[in-house]
């Protein structure tokens, strides 16, 4: 566990860390759902990192939806999520205003949202290596114990030398029955699983039927279904997608097979976990 995290847990939570005292601020914040962030300076080490600062008023109601089950927070979830996919959570803690904060590697780079939003064409080679990667990348999540319940490309950018890293992990728990009951309607609509909008049990195969729709949004520059603002978006994600062969015709039949059988409405017919949609693919060329 990060130092300030691990003092903060030993004293009992009363360790603080005067944010603006440590960290020297090199841009302005970008303001997410629930937290800002900003590219600083540790004053001490001289490394430029990236400093999440949690809005407790956004994420005291989350959270308490686990009060008393031992979930552990973003911070310390992060730091337990470790692989060449995901970004490398190097402290957290709490700052001297009460704030919740984590600091990480900063990554330079373009999200995966923007870049396709762009409806720039990419190679069938890129396609196939950025859906490999944030395969891979949930695979890590998933292997350290985790539920992500948000994959969508907002949630994911690509660095200059092709890396591509999943770097939020606000809405993530423990991939135990406890938290992911019915009710809890998380996620962003135009990716989110059926039984999340329909409040059902859920599992860890949410994550799957998400990453398939950005698997698709990858290789189509489009939606399987329409798209939309609201969470009536997601409603239509029991009733079949449009075929990903009728966007790109030359797919590969394997990649086309394993990301549509992500994007079925019954979890129990999607790939098992990501490490099985992976061996699916696995003998793909392009």
């Not at 970008?30 to 008023?57: C, E, H, R, W």
């Not at 089950?69 to 803690?93: A, H, M, R």
């Not at 039927?209 to 939309?228: H, K, M, N």
């Not at 603002?229 to 590969?252: F, N, Q």
């Amino acid at each position: 566990m990060a130092f300030t995290g691990f003092l903060a847990r030993l004293l009992g939570g009363t360790s603080k860390t005067d944010l603006w005292h440590r960290y020297e601020r090199l841009h302005e914040s970008i303001s997410g759902t629930m937290s800002n962030f900003y590219k600083a300076k540790d004053k001490v080490t001289g490394a430029i990192v990236g400093l999440k600062v949690l809005d407790p008023k956004k994420t005291d109601p989350i959270e308490g939806r686990y009060k008393g089950l031992g979930k552990p927070c973003e911070g310390e979830i992060s730091t337990k999520i470790i692989g060449p996919n995901t970004v490398t959570t190097l402290e957290w803690g709490t700052a001297t205003d009460g704030r919740p904060f984590i600091v990480q590697e900063f990554i330079e780079g373009t999200l995966l949202h923007a870049m396709l939003s762009s409806k720039k064409p990419l190679t069938p080679r890129q396609r196939l290596d950025l859906v490999r990667q944030a395969a891979a990348a949930i695979a890590t999540v998933h292997k350290a114990g985790f539920v992500h319940r948000d994959i969508c490309p907002r949630n994911f950018i690509l660095t200059p030398d092709g890396r591509l890293i999943l770097f939020d992990f606000g809405l993530t728990v423990p991939d135990k029955p406890v938290f992911l009951q019915p009710g809890n309607r998380i996620g962003t609509p135009n990716y989110m699983a059926p039984e999340v909008v329909r409040r059902r049990q859920a599992d860890k195969r949410i994550d799957l039927f998400s990453f398939g729709i950005t698997a698709y949004e990858i290789c189509t520059l489009d939606l399987p279904w329409p798209r939309g603002s609201t969470g009536k978006a997601a409603l239509a994600h029991d009733t079949p997608p449009s075929d990903i062969r009728e966007h790109w015709p030359e797919i590969p039949e394997p990649l086309a097979a394993a990301v549509m059988a992500c994007l079925n409405a019954e979890p129990s017919k999607r790939p098992a976990s990501m490490e099985n949609f992976l061996a699916l693919i696995g003998k793909v060329v392009i």
